[in-house]
């Protein structure tokens, strides 16, 4: 709980106390019962009605003789009557007492009045309430004030900055991977508030702003955070979001009011998350010159870099929609420097894998260097999303370390979502999938250009019923068109695939023809990719931002749309051409493949190839299973491994305490030598483990798996000779008339290019 939180649970406790008091002060929690005028109080008494009365405070109390509901003991808490007390009053009521009381017997008179209480005048209490009063109401609106305007939340705070200073952060540029460049440009401007002169001594003035750009996820706050932990200058932080209230004038405020703060900082670094919030272009004609955000930019723009000098002040600030910032506000003087946060690459993705896998054990068979590369695309959150999406799988599998494939179906969960195996699915329908995912996936492996295949699976993922997945061996920064034809031939592969089988097409390729008409008519309209037009673009690739482009319009006429929408028919047509001609060469390995789909569900790049090099499915079925009996295997061997270790703790912490006991005569020198003995057991347990691990490394032991894999090869080859006899002779033709068709093949598309 931090120090604001404990301070308003004080302030609330104590206005809740002062509320209490006051309560039993004001409330009576007696009954004075009905009020009488001094001449009903006098016939009562003379007419003997009164058996007892009492003054108390600023009231005559009385109680009667018969029919008196007050019970015993009660009085003068409750009473049936009261008179307001005056003096001449009490002086009278007291005299007439007085005189009915002479001579008479309290026990058999009934006459008798009794008023053995002497007349109260005011008590220290009486003196000392208002006094009270006034002070308890003095500290109550004090407690109120604070409470209320406490951390600039209160209503009286509207126009008070909700900037957080940030105090001891931990995050350093070493914790950051895959972004030296940017970290490089902020380290400069660490050094400038921390050395002035270095660059002053040059003619050098520090930059009074850096804005990061870039995709969501690729780390511009967490930038920001290291420049925050690596500086020893105060950092203010706030939300673009947190200037604007519904009150008018409130952001102008508190921008006015967030560089006052820094003015008494200075030197000071002010970090804006989501400036977009705030300073999106104006003059949008969507809220008018009045308009709440537009006087907020205004503020800002002025307090950045107006008449006054800000000296020693840097704001830094995030985006990633640059494109709709004003101009005003990107312009050098007030943020100098634009610093765009790029997706990383491999090398990146690789070391951001390594430091988001510090502290989470893995297995040693991982490869960095391979995990980067399949993640290509991903941003740092996404790979910190895949590394703890792979580390709940191995909590779920009750594993005590993560392996590749936790990471892989992390992967996949990042981008499709997790798989639905309890979805009910018919023999039909994945008869259909397993031909339409294989059809993807032969075409993808037959193209020149293609960026291969990792997984093929018929598990409904997300809104897919199956799922091809592809990963580029290298982050290629340019699409080629003989690529981009390649993708689009691809993506066509399944449609093609069940007309061809079925002789029917299904609703399966929706999404497959939405990704490969938007690639086509972006290769026509923006990538200057069309035979016909050439080098032209008719397109724009931002994304639309109603203040600036609701009023635009294609610049290109009705005729030249209706040849566009031909051009990009005529692409998909050849591709389409091109898929059906790959698709009817190969079609016995789209039947190999469909039934390996449907006996295994989820077949990888190894499989795969394994299968176009001719192995049959029940080989690859086999070596699947091998595989699952190896790695099973390994798990238990770690496992095993895993709770030895930490057995063998355990009895290291019970032998201390046996060790305290034996010292202390609680225990006898047979059980310790017990608890002893045990921990030795464990320990050469532990021991050969470790020898067996160790021999499994050696070079010695790999030359025997090697060889015993390759007997296994041999055997394999002999259950296919013994299976097909007959086709031993056209195995050996096969391969010219392959050779012949593949070159007959590469002249072709040679001449296409």
């Known amino acids: 709980m931090d120090k604001n939180s404990k301070r308003k649970i004080l302030y609330l406790s104590l206005v809740l106390l002062l509320a209490l008091i006051v309560l039993f002060a004001f409330v009576d929690t007696g009954s004075r019962g009905e009020k009488l005028t001094t001449d009903q109080a006098y016939n009562m008494l003379e007419s003997g009605e009164i058996e007892e009365w009492y003054a108390v405070e600023n009231s005559v109390i009385l109680i009667k003789k018969t029919g008196s509901e007050i019970q015993d003991g009660a009085f003068p808490t409750s009473s049936d009557y009261y008179v307001e007390y005056t003096k001449s009053f009490f002086d009278i009521f007291y005299a007439k007492t007085m005189e009915l009381n002479e001579g008479k017997n309290p026990e058999t008179d009934t006459t008798y009045v009794a008023n053995n209480f002497v007349p109260q005048g005011p008590s220290a209490w009486d003196t000392i309430m208002p006094i009270m009063y006034i002070v308890l109401g003095v500290v109550l609106i004090y407690f109120l004030f604070k409470m209320f305007s406490s951390s600039g939340k209160g209503a009286m705070s509207f126009g008070k900055s909700k900037a957080r200073a940030s105090v001891n952060v931990k995050v350093r540029f070493s914790d950051i991977a895959g972004a030296d460049e940017e970290k490089e440009e902020l380290q400069e401007v660490v050094e400038f508030l921390k050395n002035p002169s270095k660059f002053t001594s040059l003619g050098a003035r520090i930059p009074k702003g850096v804005l990061l750009v870039g995709p969501p996820g690729t780390g511009k706050t967490l930038l920001a955070r290291a420049v925050a932990g690596e500086s020893n200058v105060p950092f203010l932080n706030i939300s673009g979001s947190d200037f604007v209230e519904m009150f008018v004038g409130v952001g102008a405020s508190r921008v006015r009011d967030l560089f006052d703060q ?35 930019l205004n503020q800002l723009l002025v307090e950045m870099d107006g008449f006054e000098a800000n000296e020693g002040i840097i704001v830094l600030a995030a985006t990633n929609r640059s494109d709709v910032l004003d101009p005003a506000l990107l312009r050098p003087g007030r943020f100098d420097r634009q610093i765009y946060v790029h997706i990383p690459d491999v090398k990146g993705r690789e070391g951001i894998i390594k430091i988001h896998a510090k502290n989470k054990p893995l297995d040693d068979d991982i490869d960095y260097k391979t995990l980067a590369r399949i993640t290509s695309g991903f941003t740092g959150a996404d790979i910190e999303n895949m590394l703890n999406e792979a580390a709940i799988l191995a909590a779920r599998a009750g594993r005590p370390k993560i392996i590749m494939e936790d990471l892989t179906e992390g992967i996949n969960k990042v981008i499709m979502g ?157 591709n389409y051409s091109r898929t059906k001609k790959i698709l009817t060469e190969n079609i016995q390995y789209l039947h190999e493949l469909a039934k390996l789909l449907i006996e295994k569900e989820t077949i990888y790049s190894n499989e795969l190839d394994m299968l176009l090099a001719g192995k049959t499915t029940e080989q690859i079925v086999r070596h699947m299973n091998n595989e699952v009996k190896k790695r099973k295997k390994k798990e238990e061997e770690v496992k095993a491994e895993f709770d030895l270790i930490k057995k063998v703790k355990e009895n290291e912490i019970k032998l201390k305490t046996a060790e305290v006991f034996l010292k202390n005569g609680i225990i006898s020198k047979e059980d310790y030598d017990k608890i002893l003995n045990l921990r030795d057991e464990d320990l050469k347990k532990l021991e050969s483990l470790k020898e067996k691990k160790m021999k499994k490394s050696s070079p010695e032991y790999n030359e025997v798996q090697e060889i015993s894999s390759k007997d296994d090869k041999v055997e394999d080859k002999k259950e296919e000779a013994v299976e097909k006899p007959e086709k031993t002779e056209k195995v050996e033709e096969k391969p010219k008339k392959r050779t012949y068709k593949k070159k007959e093949k590469q002249e072709d598309e040679d001449k296409g290019e």
């Open 262 to 296: 820094a003015k008494k900082s200075a030197p000071c670094i002010v970090f804006i998350d989501e400036i977009d919030a705030v300073g999106r272009q104006r003059g949008a004609g969507l809220g008018g010159g009045n308009d709440e955000r537009e006087q907020t």
């Open 418 to 574: 997790p798989q639905k195996k309890s979805r009910i699915v018919t023999d039909s329908d994945k008869k259909i999938t397993a031909y339409h995912e294989a059809g993807h996936a032969i075409v993808a492996k037959k193209l020149k250009y293609s960026e291969g295949v990792q997984e093929v699976s018929i598990i409904p993922r997300g809104s897919a019923a199956g799922y091809t997945m592809s990963r580029p061996e290298n982050d290629d920064q340019h699409l080629s068109f003989n690529k981009l034809n390649d993708r689009i031939a691809e993506l066509m592969g399944g449609r093609i695939a069940e007309e061809l089988i079925f002789k029917d097409i299904t609703t399966g390729a929706s999404n497959d023809i939405q990704v490969a008409t938007n690639i086509a008519r972006k290769m026509v309209t923006e990538w200057g990719m069309s035979k016909k037009f050439n080098f032209i673009n008719f397109g724009n690739d931002q994304e639309v931002f109603i203040g600036r482009d609701y009023q635009s319009k294609n610049i290109y006429s009705e005729k030249v749309a209706g040849e566009i929408d031909e051009e990009i028919k005529r692409i998909l047509d050849d």
